[in-house]
């Protein structure tokens, strides 16, 4: 029998009556109705779920699911403004990301009349991440209460993306965003009210990412519909606000909590108010939210119980914020939350013309000359409720052009005295003491001894990066570093082969897990001079390319002007395997050749180039430097905008955009010219000569319709003649011509460059909401009838078997941010999915922040899966601090994160090659490789199922519901040393397949 929640106000009577009304539901099916009689009234749902009402609104909690708000229907109009689908377990609000869809215990208390709390706790004993949610509800407001705890007892900061991140999707309106759902932003820039739908126009919001909040609060409102959500913030935990706002079904409204250290625990306040009755905010506190309308119009509520004698006091000031003439003030009077009964709040018409016809029927008076700003000040109960401002010229939102940042009671932050940090500590022999210094490895089962030797396994092609940690115990002076050959290692193999770099910016990362949000650089040796007591990093990276099988042998010298050297010998064994030419996982990091430096084809706004034309050296550097790291194809996103102005027509000097220009229906006529690409002849052949050898380019939209547009048929229809008979078919129809033959050209144009039609895709739009995959087909269908493989990413597409099978008609490749091998299998058995397109993974923005070891489990995860490649969403996107690699003085500068993303994919490219050998890799493509008995049995002690292997990999829980295939505990202090055990056990295995074979 279902347990029923008990009221410490309710009678004992009461009490027994409600269990067996409620057992009667139960048992005929129906939702209990076990109302208290105290309102908020709070019960216990069938399925586990919680719902709380008052006169406001109705909610629901999903305890089950990550105790998350799933539903919030305001009374007054009907309206649910929270999105959520229980398939793929998103939307909600109150969404702890790391705990999405972990079940949380919860606890029901009444602790005062007129009052409920709801608590919420989850914890995760893998991770050491504990969250409590406790909402406290209330009978004569809306206003929801909620107090956060986030304990952390783990041994890494949880500091990714402002670090602790919230999110909540909302829909203001009670369906899909429109133009009328707005953003409402208190930013040092002034208050900014973004329409949801052209936020990507507001340079201040634009990353998504708010990092310069002037105020503690933020709210998502319908203007047509006068309603939505505010978001007040009580106390200085807040670190930003983020948006993602690319889909209309589900936009987010989020916020991050500043880094929780380990060892710690978070505790902040905030409340959550439904918003009724106003078409904006430019102001929410505790207890007044109001909006000042473009034409001064002032929307004004009290969050809670009426507010009395609330006086309005305007004033023109300088931008100094000096009064200039005279304020005017008028009293509100009993400003109210909501009339007795209802949901909807007081609005107050009170322009600046209104507030001075109550002081005294004055005209409004013109703006003194030093006026810049009209300051407005609401005060009651003895202090300021809420100052703000709105520009007299209307271009400005504040006095000085910054708002300064609020300040607010600080958050309790509680350290844990049962807690202990495990530190790394190099054992210190003597002989380091009286060096002067110590060499030890963090990544190796040995971590922490004095090194003494490293070892290389490589196959022909590959490469592997590994560092070593040098910590200076007294002062060194300039270390020289140097390598040496011994053996029948030669100097010009040493030189060609190995590259000996140092890591600069962050020394130490913070935790064993994580490298922070900066990027670690790597550069030359050349003037180091350690610092004591710090660690310092050297990675060498040694390259198989273009080298027989044997052993490679050299010694890493250390010297230092005031210490001893030490000599570490390395060992390199070239395995003798053979590689397939084209590598069976395929690797691409987002790098768009031609916006590089070298590629001067567009600037970093996108913008046409000043001085278009090739730096050619500068491109062959950073495009080997991709094939180096085993990238194989090349990705230019980009053919149209600026590319009309070195498209040509071809036999003619005349570029397809002047030829535009000069005849706005050029494309509409008959027919339609050959084109001549040759001006991007350069930057394809260097990819291609460096061994890109496939190639992938992108499209959001197509580009007939533009063309096709009634405006420019009707014009074509007047000129008569052929022209009018072509602009007489159906628009569709001139559209799919003109897209059709353009996307053809440049596919003929791939081609010509030596690109084979099987490796030249096309990416069709990203990541859409399940309502805009009809328009993903269509477009995958245009891009296709040209000649292309369309291709896109997704998250859980193989959960819905009709867009499966829409899109499996027209695609080429699938990308995936998860795999389940479980739903791609549930796919094939139905029917769904003929199984021929690609099936790539896809890891995206935020990999430049993961640590060297994690991201080497990629390669491994997809090889293992037989996954045909992989997708790194970040390279160079002009922001230093989420680029894998970044570009100085013509220059790429490495990461361990891309060293990581390099190396996992060598390993990939080895695995591949084994289950190919043992026929596995085609029998059953795109499922985990110990399915298979024969190659289960093989891989059983290095990767797969089994719990002891090197590398055990299974699906595990991940963002809303998701299970995917991951390497377990493989980014912990000796992850990279498993990483380079198993591939020698892959390569063992893979050498011996091979010498039978031959």
């Known amino acids: 029998m279902k347990k029923h929640l008990k009221s410490l106000d309710l009678a004992i009577v009461a009490l027994c009556l409600c269990a067996f009304l409620s057992s009667a539901a139960l048992a005929k099916g129906d939702a209990p109705r076990c109302l208290s009689g105290a309102s908020p009234d709070v019960q216990e749902l069938p399925d586990g779920a919680v719902r709380v009402e008052n006169k406001f609104y109705t909610l629901e909690i999903a305890t089950k699911e990550g105790g998350r708000i799933r539903s919030l229907i305001v009374k007054e109009t009907g309206d649910n403004l929270i999105y959520w689908d229980p398939k793929e377990q998103l939307g909600g609000l109150l969404d702890d990301k790391s705990f999405t869809s972990e079940p949380f215990k919860f606890q029901i208390t009444r602790p005062e009349a007129r009052t409920a709390v709801v608590s919420l706790d989850a914890r995760n004993d893998i991770t050491g991440i504990a969250v409590r949610k406790t909402l406290t509800f209330r009978a004569d407001t809306p206003a929801i209460a909620l107090h956060y705890r986030a304990e ?163 004033a023109d000031v300088d931008a100094a914020g000096a009064v200039q003439g005279s304020p005017v003030k008028v009293n509100l009077n009993n400003l109210e939350a909501a009339k007795t009964g209802q949901a909807s709040f007081t609005r107050l018409p009170i322009g600046l013309s209104a507030v001075l016809a109550q002081a005294g029927g004055q005209a409004a008076p013109a703006a003194p000359a030093n006026a810049v700003m009209r300051r407005f000040t609401l005060s009651g109960q003895g202090k300021t409720l809420a100052v703000f401002h709105d520009a007299i010229d209307g271009k400005t939102r504040n006095v000085s052009g910054t708002l300064k940042p609020y300040a607010a009671p600080a958050a309790k932050v509680e350290q844990f005295k049962d807690w202990k940090k495990i530190e790394f500590k190099p054992v210190i ?28 396994d490589l196959a022909p092609g590959l490469r592997e990066s590994q560092f070593v940690a040098l910590q200076a115990l007294k002062e060194l002076g300039e270390v020289m570093v140097a390598v040496k050959p011994t053996g029948k290692t030669s100097e010009s193999w040493l030189r060609e082969h190995v590259l000996v770099r140092r890591q600069t910016g962050i020394p130490i990362p913070k935790n064993e897990h994580s490298v922070t949000g900066e990027i670690v650089q790597l550069k030359s040796v050349e003037n180091w001079s350690p610092r004591v007591n710090v660690e310092e990093r050297l990675w060498l990276t040694v390259r198989g390319r273009g080298t027989e099988a044997g052993d490679y042998p050299f010694e890493l010298r250390i010297q230092p002007a005031q210490g001893a050297p030490f000599v570490l010998p390395v060992q390199v064994k070239i395995w003798p395997v053979k590689l397939p030419e084209h590598q069976r996982v395929t690797f691409e990091a987002e790098h768009v050749l031609t916006l590089l430096p070298g590629a001067n084809y567009r600037d970093q706004e996108g913008k046409p180039s000043v001085q278009p034309g090739w730096q050619l050296p500068a491109l062959e550097v950073h495009v080997q430097n991709l094939a180096d790291h085993g990238v194989n194809v090349a990705q230019a996103y980009t053919f149209l905008d600026a590319g009309w102005a070195y498209i040509k027509i071809a036999g003619s000097d005349k570029s397809l955009g002047a030829a535009i220009n000069a005849d706005p229906l050029f494309l509409l006529r008959e027919p339609l010219p050959e084109l001549d690409f040759s001006y991007f002849n350069p930057w394809l052949d260097t990819a291609r000569r460096n061994g890109l050898w496939r190639f992938d380019s992108y499209t959001a939209a197509l580009i007939g319709d533009k063309w096709a547009s009634e405006a420019n048929l009707e014009a074509a229809r007047k000129q008569g003649g052929a022209l009018a008979k072509l602009a007489a078919q159906p628009p569709k129809e001139v559209a799919h011509r003109i897209d059709v033959w353009f996307w053809g050209q440049l596919f003929k144009y791939i081609v010509s460059r030596d690109y084979q039609p099987q490796d030249i895709f096309m990416k069709v739009l990203d990541k859409l909401p399940l309502d805009q995959t009809p328009k993903m087909a269509r477009i995958m269908g245009v891009v296709k009838e040209a000649g292309w493989r369309p291709q896109s990413s997704f998250s859980t597409l193989f959960r819905y078997p009709e867009q499966t099978r829409m899109l499996d008609q027209v695609i080429g490749l699938w990308m995936f941010g998860t795999w389940n091998y479980e739903e791609y299998q549930a796919r094939l058995a139905a029917g769904d999915l003929k199984g021929d397109a690609e099936k790539w993974s896809y890891d995206g923005w935020g990999v430049s922040w993961a640590a060297y070891q994690n991201l080497r489990a990629r390669g491994w995860e997809a090889a293992f899966s037989r996954r045909d490649g992989f997708h790194a969403h970040e390279y160079y996107r002009w922001l230093p601090y989420t680029a894998i690699v970044s570009m100085e003085n013509n220059r790429p500068i490495d990461s361990p994160a891309w060293e990581g993303l390099s190396d996992g994919m060598a390993d990939a490219q080895l695995l591949a090659a084994l289950l190919h050998e043992l026929g596995a890799w085609e029998r059953q493509r795109g499922l985990p490789a110990d399915q298979d008995p024969k190659a289960g049995a093989i891989l059983a002690s290095i990767v797969g199922g089994n719990e002891k292997a090197i590398l055990p990999i299974r699906l595990v829980s991940l963002e809303r519901g998701i299970r995917g295939m991951s390497v377990i505990d493989a980014g912990d202090q000796a992850g990279a040393d498993r990483y380079r055990r198993a591939r020698r056990a892959v390569l063992t295995l893979l050498a011996q397949f091979q010498q039978k074979k031959s």
């Not at 022999?429 to 290389?456: H, I, N, P, V």
Request: proline letters at 5%; hydrophobic letters at 40%.
């Open 429 to 456: 022999a003597e002989t380091d003491r009286q060096r002067g210094y110590a060499l030890f490895s963090r990544e190796d089962s040995e971590a922490g001894k004095t090194l003494a030797a490293m070892q290389f």
């Open 152 to 314: 952390n007892r783990s041994q890494a900061a949880i500091n990714r993306a402002g670090p602790i991140l919230v999110r909540n999707i909302v829909r203001p309106g009670g369906k899909d965003i429109t133009p009328a759902d707005i953003y409402c932003l208190p930013t040092s820039a002034g208050i900014f009210q973004a329409d949801a739908h052209e936020r990507h126009k507001n340079p201040d919001t634009s990353s998504g990412f708010t990092q310069k909040i002037s105020a503690p609060w933020m709210a998502f409102i319908n203007r047509d519909r006068r309603q939505g959500l505010a978001f007040v913030y009580l106390d200085d935990a807040l670190a930003i606000f983020y948006q993602w706002c690319d889909s209309v079904v589900y936009p987010t409204l989020e916020w991050g909590y500043r880094p929780l250290e380990a060892g710690t625990a978070l505790e902040t306040s905030l409340m959550f108010i439904p918003v009724s009755g106003l078409s904006g905010v430019s102001w929410a506190d505790q207890q007044v939210i109001l909006n000042v309308s473009k034409n001064g119009t002032i929307e004004a509520r009290a969050v809670a119980k009426p507010l009395q004698d609330i006086v309005l006091e305007v």
